[in-house]
């Protein structure tokens, strides 16, 4: 993940921010008038979404932490915990605490309370987070590129946006569905609908915190770069003059920094001075032309 790449996490982490905590206040108020389950539940994975925001914010901040002895690669690794932990918070405090209150909610059925109300701000909320889902998206675009956005999205190394991404379809969904099972509610008269809306969107979230997890379990245990810039990577190697053969190339993610790792066949005919000379002008060719390789590691051989 490039400066740019970081740039556009920030972005999107405030948007969604900003449109949860408004959300959950809005929701909390609807959920003690109307006595709704389903936007008591939605007002709980508000504010969990807020405090998600917040650790995405904190492991972006540290993964910019300078290299230490302890840490000779820096901190970048630290955003994938971060997401982690909210993929966690998501499945425990969204996902299960919603299951409950529905579970709830079915054995202690009360008709609900001007349920135009939870409907107001429910529809309300799928503005809200449709534009904070349009601007995760739009900062996504800025980094894809010409890519297509499914491409994208299996390749990327960029665990924020994909947790923000992950949120914010969670919480449309979440309240297409609360909105639906209230309306029910309200005009069968029956608040068993209702407790179901809260029990279903658990489900969704617990679904989608299990997916996040197994994307950041892959970042975390270890991954290489993206298709795309290992590409150049070897493109930029195998087109300097002194190189007979690339013979391989290893990268490895570390949030916003690559290291790489390369072996390869020089030409015959050149000293140890001058090949030394070549591949520490090639690292640094590397370097200015993908700024996201932060460490380069170029290893003369003659076989792999």
């Not at 290299?67 to 405090?93: E, R």
């Not at 520490?280 to 003369?300: D, G, H, M, S, Y």
């Amino acid at each position: 993940m490039s400066s740019t790449g970081h740039s556009a996490s920030l972005k999107a982490i405030l948007y969604a921010f900003l449109a949860n905590l408004g959300l959950a206040i809005a929701k909390t108020a609807a959920a003690i008038y109307t006595g709704s389950g389903s936007m008591l539940a939605e007002a709980i994975h508000s504010y969990a979404d807020c405090g998600n925001q917040v650790l995405l914010y904190i492991g972006l901040r540290q993964s910019l932490k300078p290299a230490d002895d302890q840490h000779p690669l820096g901190y970048g690794k630290v955003t994938y915990f971060w997401s982690f932990i909210v993929a966690i918070l998501l499945f425990s405090m969204g996902g299960l605490f919603s299951i409950y209150e529905g579970w709830h909610k079915l054995h202690t059925t009360e008709p609900l309370n001007q349920a135009w109300v939870a409907l107001l701000v429910l529809g309300f909320g799928i503005v809200l987070e449709c534009f904070s889902l349009a601007g995760a998206l739009r900062e996504i675009s800025h980094l894809r590129k010409e890519r297509p956005f499914w491409q994208w999205f299996e390749n990327t190394r960029n665990a924020e946006l994909v947790v923000i991404l992950g949120e914010d379809s969670a919480a449309i969904l979440g309240l297409v569905l609360a909105f639906i099972f209230v309306t029910l509610a309200w005009i069968t008269g029956n608040p068993v609908f209702d407790a179901l809306g809260s029990i279903c969107i658990g489900v969704v979230l617990v679904l989608v915190s299990a997916f996040i997890g197994w994307r950041i379990k892959m970042l975390i245990i270890g991954r290489s770069a993206e298709p795309e810039l290992v590409q150049i990577i070897q493109e930029i190697i195998a087109a300097d003059n002194c190189i007979e053969k690339v013979l391989n190339t290893l990268t490895m993610q570390f949030g916003p920094h690559v290291m790489l790792a390369a072996k390869v066949k020089i030409k015959t005919g050149l000293s140890i001075e001058d090949t030394v000379r070549e591949i520490n002008e090639l690292e640094k060719q590397i370097k200015q032309r993908t700024p996201a390789v932060k460490w380069c590691f170029i290893e003369p051989d003659i076989k792999e």
